[in-house]
């Protein structure tokens, strides 16, 4: 699915790739494919079959990411367990998570 706007709140249970294109994004639930965000602001507790490639200024990522997970933004936070792969580039990283990759 497609999601565009300013802000938005997602409660999620997609069997494909999510697009998110938005200001600020809260978002929970379960995603069968890959899931790619834009946006000023992201608080995602999701759960992820595919990849996950996020750009923002904030972002706070929660949950379980079976596939590889791409982070750009200036205050990142992981507190999800990742079964394979982290890239994050930030200014500042927290990592509270696992990652097994």
């Known amino acids: 699915g497609q999601y565009?706007?300013?802000?938005?709140?997602?409660?999620?249970?997609?069997?494909?790739d999510v697009l998110v294109l938005a200001?600020?994004?809260v978002g929970e639930g379960r995603i069968g494919g890959d899931l790619t965000v834009f946006a000023a602001d992201v608080r995602m507790?999701?759960?992820v079959d595919g990849?996950?490639?996020?750009?923002?200024?904030d972002?706070?990522?929660d949950g379980t990411i079976q596939g590889e997970v791409g982070l750009?933004?200036?205050?990142?936070?992981?507190?999800?367990?990742l079964f394979d792969d982290l890239e994050a580039a930030g200014a500042d990283l927290?990592?509270?998570g696992t990652v097994a990759g």
């Open 4 to 16: 565009i706007g300013g802000d938005l709140n997602l409660s999620l249970d997609e069997n494909d």
């Open 23 to 25: 200001a600020d994004v």
């Open 45 to 47: 507790n999701v759960t």
């Open 51 to 57: 990849e996950v490639q996020i750009v923002a200024a």
């Open 59 to 61: 972002i706070e990522l």
């Open 72 to 81: 750009a933004g200036a205050d990142i936070r992981v507190g999800a367990d």
């Open 94 to 96: 927290t990592l509270n």
